[in-house]
Every structure is written in C-alpha cells, then in structure tokens.
C-alpha cells in the first residue's frame, strides 16, 4: 500500500524510536493510524504513538528550500540554549496540548533530525519547572527522537 508522506515519516520516526530502542522489529509491524486528526498517529504491536516535528520551522523551510548541487543554503539566526529548548522541546509538546484524556496509553514522540548538543543536561531543568505541566498533557511517555538515541522527556 503506498502512503502519503506524512504518514511515511511517522512511521520511519517510529522505526527509528524502536531502533534506538534496540527492539527488534518487523516493519510491516509498524502501521499508521488512517484516520487523520486522531491522538493516534502510528501503532506498533500494543503499542500507540503520536508524532510531531521538533524544530518544526527550520525542518518546514528545509523542506521548502531548493537545493543547488545537493546542497541546501539555508540562512538561519544563530540559537541560544533556550531558542533550542523552545524549538525543540516546548513547542512540540505545546502543540500537542489538546487530547487530555484521550492520550492515555499513547507515546508522544518528538521527531527531530538531530541530537542538540547538551540538551539532555538542560531537559532536567525544563523537567523541573514543567512537571506538572507534562502530567496534564495525558500521555504516558514523552520522548526526544534523534537519528542515533531516545532521550526520555516524561516521565
């Protein structure tokens, strides 16, 4: 079956936890979820995932951005520590302020093309000023997806 693109990468960000994960798999295993505006993106075996871009803007102007020779020139304002926690771990989770209840037993997965370079040492600090704030978003897990490890954001 052919999918749109969307749920193309869903499914790879998927693959991707599991991998990272060391979880052995079949990827025919991994299935999205058809129905379009549900807290369920993906599911995996008994498992439930939902899905979203971290750094949302720059992947979106990736995505946009033409390339010469293989190449993508993108020109991009320099980040502070908490321009990177904002783009990547707040906004994402901000965005997905809305199911409540209807997440439970489902894994919010933050799909990002790269690991941000001492984020795990600050996540400890988001963590503790956002704890409450993560509890109430319903889901039971809370991930940062990057090409070559998980980092656990909730609980």
Same mark, same amino acid.
């Given at each position: 079956?052919?999918?749109?693109?969307?749920?193309?990468?869903?499914?790879?960000?998927?693959?991707? $936890?599991?991998? &990272?994960? &060391?979880?052995?798999?079949?990827?025919?295993?991994i299935l999205p979820n058809e129905r379009e505006d549900d807290v369920v993106d993906v599911v995996y075996r008994n498992r439930k995932f939902q899905i979203v871009k971290a750094d949302?803007? $720059?992947?979106?102007?990736?995505?946009?951005?033409?390339?010469? &020779?293989?190449?993508?020139?993108?020109?991009?304002?320099?980040?502070?520590?908490?321009? %990177?926690?904002?783009?990547? %771990?707040? &906004? !994402?989770?901000?965005?997905?302020?809305?199911?409540?209840?209807?997440?439970?037993?489902?894994?919010?997965?933050?799909?990002?093309?790269?690991? !941000?370079?001492?984020?795990?040492?600050?996540?400890?600090? $988001?963590?503790? $000023?956002?704890?409450?704030?993560?509890?109430?978003?319903?889901?039971?897990? %809370?991930?940062?997806?990057? !090409?070559?490890?998980?980092?656990? %954001?909730?609980?």
């Open positions: 079956m052919t999918w749109p693109t969307k749920k193309l990468g869903e499914m790879e960000c998927v693959l991707r $936890f599991l991998r &990272n994960c &060391n979880i052995k798999f079949d990827k025919n295993e949302f803007e $720059f992947q979106k102007l990736l995505g946009i951005t033409p390339s010469r &020779n293989g190449i993508k020139i993108i020109s991009w304002r320099g980040r502070s520590e908490q321009d %990177i926690l904002r783009d990547f %771990i707040f &906004n !994402p989770v901000k965005k997905k302020d809305k199911y409540g209840r209807t997440a439970r037993g489902v894994i919010l997965v933050l799909d990002s093309y790269r690991t !941000p370079p001492w984020i795990e040492q600050k996540l400890e600090i $988001f963590r503790k $000023f956002e704890f409450e704030k993560l509890k109430t978003l319903g889901f039971d897990e %809370i991930y940062l997806v990057c !090409p070559n490890k998980n980092i656990e %954001i909730y609980p």
